[in-house]
């Protein structure tokens, strides 16, 4: 009888250790070195997915250079070499013919171009600077004289616009002055007044015009 009961007591023992076992070894699973935490596999795969789309993201977003087709406002004027966006480039410039990818053939002719531009540059300036001087010299001894018809009082009737002080310039000069680069205070009545013309960025000329009133 009691041989009987010793060999139910091991039995039971023998269970209780293996559950012991197991559950040791199911906790093993889940926790690494040091107890920490082991992360799904599937959470490893997720993460290798999502880094490499960042990769592909950064990739997307560097750099490179780009030769201009045509002239786009707040990026450079044709065949100027900037620096863009691949994806910028790959969305935008290239399918709308705005730019291309900077190649050695590229590069070269936009080095000729450019050497053009600045000569062309350089030329347009020279020459409103030679049209200034013709004007200083012509006008910076004496002031301009123009009749307008006015009242006793001196008031102007109708101002002195630009386009006569363009039209006086060229007939004394020889200069052609375009209207909208004549930059003058408004003329209301008879007196003296600083007219300043704009010929270039660069170049500005400026003249004494003094308005006399004709009744």
């Known amino acids: 009888r009691y041989g009987r009961v010793s060999v139910r007591r091991q039995s039971i023992m023998m269970r209780l250790s293996l559950l012991v076992a197991t559950a040791l070894v199911g906790n093993a699973a889940a926790y690494g070195p040091a107890g920490v935490v082991a992360r799904p596999s599937s959470r490893l795969a997720s993460s290798r997915v999502s880094g490499i789309e960042m990769k592909k993201k950064l990739k997307e977003n560097t750099v490179r250079d780009v030769v201009l087709i045509d002239d786009l406002a707040d990026l450079g004027k044709k065949g100027e070499i900037v620096t863009v966006k691949k994806a910028y480039f790959r969305n935008y410039l290239l399918p709308y013919g705005i730019a291309e990818e900077a190649t050695p053939e590229l590069l070269a002719q936009a080095e000729e171009q450019r050497k053009q531009r600045e000569a062309e540059e350089l030329a347009a300036l020279k020459g409103c600077q030679e049209q200034a001087a013709t004007i200083e010299s012509v006008c910076g001894s004496s002031a301009i004289t123009i009749m307008h018809r006015a009242g006793p009082d001196g008031k102007l009737f109708g101002t002195v616009t ?41 170049v500005e000329v400026t003249i004494n015009l003094v308005v006399v009133g004709q009744e």
């Open 162 to 202: 630009s386009s006569e002080v363009a039209d006086l310039v060229e007939e004394r000069t020889g200069v052609k002055v375009d209207k909208k680069n004549v930059k003058m205070p408004a003329i209301g009545e008879a007196g003296s007044y600083i007219v300043a013309m704009k010929l270039h960025p660069k």
